[in-house]
């Protein structure tokens, strides 16, 4: 007897993503890709989905292998409409891109992009690039929260659009090959306790939906370079700051 094709392909395959870690008696729960059905199934049934639209528009490819906290911070600095210099062959439209990010005069006092293009970034020094374009950007360790405190800034963070959490973690920590990585984070499912990941190594790996309990393991992990844990970099548009020099669109049209 030939069984019907359930009218909800995506909640059984959803059902199947979360209940399969439990059958084979695995620890950590396989990422579900956001374009499966089921990953579609959490972004429609997420209730803190705010900044996934912003970034979602915004979307970018690390430039090379080093440079995911500069895609990252590109991505953010536009969701968020900071004011952007003129791009070389776009006549006056303005945006950031992941070269115009370094041309900012107080990110040289950061990081350069020297630096990053051979070792990435550190927790600091992605805060402090982003800070230098005129945004609150503050630096957490995993180190300094509690499970429980990192799925409440989770659902208070992605619940309201004007902030965004950058997430600096190990890939290991959620079943990928690799190091560590920076990326945005879009969307929290609290009914499964997954957490939406922009993947902006988009060659590599695609935008997953991950345990928030993996997540949080994967921000704790030591980063070798700068001695200390892992993290989230929190961003929002502090009001009545300066913004940097050249970054005001002239008047007229566009």
């Known amino acids: 007897m030939t069984r019907p094709p359930s009218p909800f392909p995506g909640l059984v395959l959803l059902s199947l993503a979360l209940a399969a870690p439990l059958t084979a008696g695995h620890l950590r729960a396989a990422p579900i ?8 199934e959490l972004l429609v049934g997420s209730g803190a989905r705010a900044d996934y639209g912003p970034l979602a528009e915004q979307f970018l490819t690390q430039a090379n292998l080093a440079y995911c ?39 040289s006092q950061v990081v350069s992009a020297e630096v990053v293009r051979r070792q990435g970034m550190t927790l600091a020094e ?18 300094q929260l509690s499970l429980e405190q990192f799925r409440a800034l989770l659902r208070t963070n992605l619940s309201q659009p004007g902030d965004r959490l950058l997430a600096n973690y190990d890939r290991p920590s959620l079943g990928q090959a690799g190091g560590g990585h920076i990326a945005p984070v879009a969307a929290f499912h609290a009914t499964s306790d997954r957490v939406l990941i922009l993947d902006v190594a988009r060659y590599r790996y695609p935008s997953v939906w991950v345990p928030v309990a993996d997540l949080w393991a994967a921000i704790r992990s030591l980063d070798r370079t700068s001695g200390r844990s892992r993290g989230l970099v929190t961003i929002r548009r502090a009001p009545g700051t300066t913004p940097p020099p050249g970054s005001v669109p002239p008047p007229g049209p566009s």
């Open 33 to 40: 890709p956001l374009m499966e059905p089921a990953g579609m």
């Open 69 to 107: 906290g500069v895609a990252s911070a590109a991505m953010v600095l536009n969701s968020l409409a900071v004011p952007a210099p003129a791009v070389p062959g776009y006549g006056r439209y303005r945006f950031w891109t992941q070269e115009n990010v370094f041309q900012v005069p107080a990110s």
């Open 126 to 143: 992605l805060a402090g690039l982003l800070a230098a374009h005129g945004v609150k950007a503050e630096a957490i360790h995993g180190d």
